[in-house]
């Protein structure tokens, strides 16, 4: 139980696209899905927080016009990565809250590695 | 000053041995604990959780947080060659932001 997958697993892209990913809850309703950056051997850094049906968080120094978050519903939570710099080029991993379970176990997806050009 | 450190290693040990992986960190609210093991180019996976101080024990694993000295451990017993991965500890105030180390890369030689 309590998967959580994302899509796509890798994707390249030119200079100046739009990258949609997605996270999915697969066997749970997800209140809250988060979204991650992690850069090679540097810990994972919370970009934003977004429930179900309302506005995501942002953590401060993101940019909500760049990282575009929609938590459209209890098991799908999309980031869009708009006009895209190869300064964006990382791994962005998703993770989600069960509803039933303690409320700080997040269960992660396997990420998604991105690289602009 | 970042909010948790952690030895990036890497830690390589023989199999069988017991391995003691550590994260010392500022924010004195921290109050959740979290030990996530990660794979190479994989999600990280939760290992173990702990709220507050005291030890917890699961299997070959077993969490230990300490807060009078903001340091948290994780042990594990009889290691093994799958266990070589990256491992990550996590800690909150709250339920919704976690603060991350940047992992100690642990390999488990055959």
């Known amino acids: 139980g309590a998967v959580v997958s994302q899509h796509p697993s890798r994707v390249i892209c030119k200079s100046g696209t739009s990258v949609k990913i997605e996270c999915r809850s697969l066997?749970?309703?997800?209140?809250?899905m988060f979204w991650y950056r992690q850069f090679p051997k540097k810990s994972l850094m919370l970009m934003a927080t977004s429930n179900e049906g309302s506005k995501a968080t942002y953590e401060q120094g993101v940019e909500k016009d760049k990282f575009l978050i929609n938590h459209a519903s209890l098991t799908l939570s999309t980031l869009t990565v708009t006009s895209a710099h190869p300064e964006d080029s990382s791994f962005y991993i998703c993770?989600?809250?069960?509803?039933?379970?303690?409320?700080?176990?997040?269960?992660f997806g396997p990420g998604t590695r991105l690289t602009v050009l | 000053q970042k909010e948790v450190e952690q030895d990036p290693g890497p830690l390589s040990v023989p199999e069988g041995a017991i391995v003691s992986l550590n994260c010392t960190y500022s924010n004195s609210a921290f109050q959740y604990f979290m030990w996530y093991r990660q794979y190479s180019r994989k999600g990280p996976e939760l290992l173990m959780y702990?709220?507050?101080?005291g030890n917890k024990e699961d299997g070959r694993f077993t969490a230990q947080v300490d807060k009078s000295s903001k340091y948290i451990s994780l042990f594990i017993r009889d290691s093994q060659p799958s266990d070589s991965a990256t491992y990550l500890c996590a800690m909150s105030v709250s339920v919704n932001k976690f603060y991350f180390g940047s992992g100690t890369k642990l390999n488990v030689k055959p």
């Open positions: 066997d749970f309703q997800a209140t809250t």
């Open positions: 993770s989600a809250r069960e509803l039933t379970r303690a409320a700080n176990e997040q269960f």
């Open positions: 702990t709220y507050s101080s």
